[in-house]
C-alpha cells in the first residue's frame, strides 16, 4: 500500500532562495503599457517644465480614490503628479501629459510610506476603472474592519493592469470571475482575505501570469486546470480544496515554487509534475494526498 503523506512534510527544499522565502515580492511593472507612453525613469516634473500636466480626467478619479480611502488630503494638490507622493507612479506622453500608472495604499513597512487606508470606512472607488493607463494596484490591509467583497468592476482595467495586489484586506464573498479580464496581469496576489468562493476557471484567460497567491483564504472546490506556461510561483495553501492535483500542472514549465499544503487534496500526486525541472520548493504537506512521489522528484531529493 502506498504511504498517506497526511502527516509527513513533503517539502523539498532544495536551495536557498531568498525571494522566495521573504513573505512576498512585489514585482514592478516594466512594458505593456499603451504604446503613447514615454518609458524611462520618471523623476516628476516641475513648474519650469513648460505645458506638463497631468490628465484632468485621471486627476479627478485619482481624487475619488483618495477620498474613499478616507485621504482627503490629496484633494488639496492642484496636480497629483507634479505634487506626488510615495505610492502614487505617473507617466507622460509624447505631449507631456502625465497619466496614473500606479496606485498604492496600505503602511507595507517602516520604510515605505504609502499613504494609509481608514480602515473602517475605506473601500474601492469606483473611479478606479477611470485610469486606462493603469498598470500596478496595491491595497495592504486596507478594508479590515469594513469587509466587502473584490468588486467586480476590477475586471475592466484588463487592458494595462500587470500587478494587482489585494493583501490581509479582509475581502469577503467569492474571487470575481471578471479577474480573468484581466489578461496582462502578472502577479495576482489575494493572500489571506476571507474569500470563500471557488477558484474561478477564468483565471486560466491570464496567460502571461508569473505569481499567484491565493493562500490563507477560505476557498473551496477543486483545483481548476492550470496552464501557465511562465508561472513561477503558485500558492493556493491554507484553503479548503478539496480534490486531486491537476495533471495540468505538468504543463506549468516554469514553476519554482509550488504550496499546496494546509488544504483537503486526495488522490495520487500525479506523474506530470516529473517535467517541472526549474522546482526548488513543493509542499504538499497537511493534506490526504497518496504517494509515492515521482521518480524525478525522488531523484531530486537526493541531491538534497
Ligand atoms: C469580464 O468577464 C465576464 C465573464 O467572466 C464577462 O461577463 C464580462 O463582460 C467581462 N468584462 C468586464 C469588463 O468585466
Ligand atoms: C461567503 O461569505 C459570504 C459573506 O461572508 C456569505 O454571505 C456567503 O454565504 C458565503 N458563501 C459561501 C459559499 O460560503
Known amino acids: 500500500m502506498a504511504p498517506y503523506f497526511s502527516l509527513l512534510k513533503t517539502i523539498l527544499m532544495l536551495m536557498c532562495f531568498w525571494q522566495l522565502a521573504s513573505p512576498f515580492t512585489v514585482i514592478m511593472s516594466d512594458s505593456g503599457a499603451p504604446s503613447t507612453l514615454v518609458e524611462g525613469p520618471q523623476n516628476g516634473f516641475s513648474m519650469n517644465k513648460y505645458g506638463a500636466r497631468t490628465e484632468a480626467r485621471e486627476q479627478e478619479a485619482v481624487y475619488d480614490i483618495m477620498r474613499a480611502t ?13 505634487g506626488r507622493w510615495h505610492g502614487i507612479e505617473c507617466m507622460p506622453d509624447k505631449d507631456n501629459i502625465y497619466h496614473i500608472v500606479g496606485l498604492s495604499f496600505g503602511a507595507l513597512s517602516d520604510d515605505t ?3 494609509t487606508c481608514d480602515p473602517v470606512r475605506s473601500y474601492i472607488s469606483q473611479s478606479i476603472t477611470k485610469l486606462p493607463y493603469l498598470r500596478t494596484l496595491f491595497f495592504y490591509r486596507c478594508f479590515s474592519y469594513n469587509p466587502q467583497p473584490i468588486p467586480a468592476f476590477l475586471g475592466q482595467l484588463g487592458p494595462t493592469l500587470q500587478t494587482l495586489v489585494l493583501r490581509e484586506n479582509g475581502h469577503v464573498g467569492p474571487i470575481p470571475s471578471e479577474l480573468g479580464n484581466l489578461t496582462h496581469l502578472r502577479v495576482l496576489d489575494l493572500h489571506k482575505n476571507n474569500l470563500n468562493s471557488s477558484i474561478p476557471v477564468s483565471l486560466g484567460w491570464i496567460t502571461g501570469l508569473r505569481s499567484l497567491d491565493l493562500s490563507g483564504n477560505k476557498l473551496t472546490g477543486t483545483i481548476p486546470g492550470l496552464t501557465f506556461p511562465v508561472l513561477n510561483v503558485l500558492d493556493l495553501s491554507k484553503n479548503l480544496l478539496t480534490g486531486a492535483m491537476p495533471s495540468s500542472l505538468g504543463t506549468c514549465h516554469s514553476l519554482i515554487k509550488i504550496d499546496f499544503s494546509h488544504n483537503r487534496l486526495t488522490g495520487q500526486i500525479p506523474n506530470s509534475i516529473d517535467g517541472l525541472t ?3 520548493l513543493m509542499d504538499l504537506s497537511f493534506n490526504r494526498l497518496l504517494g509515492p512521489l515521482p521518480i524525478s522528484l525522488k531523484s531530486l531529493t537526493t541531491i538534497n
Open 70 to 82: 478616507g485621504n482627503d488630503w490629496a484633494t488639496d494638490i492642484p496636480d497629483v503628479c507634479r
Open 113 to 115: 510610506a504609502f499613504p
Open 278 to 280: 526549474q522546482l526548488i
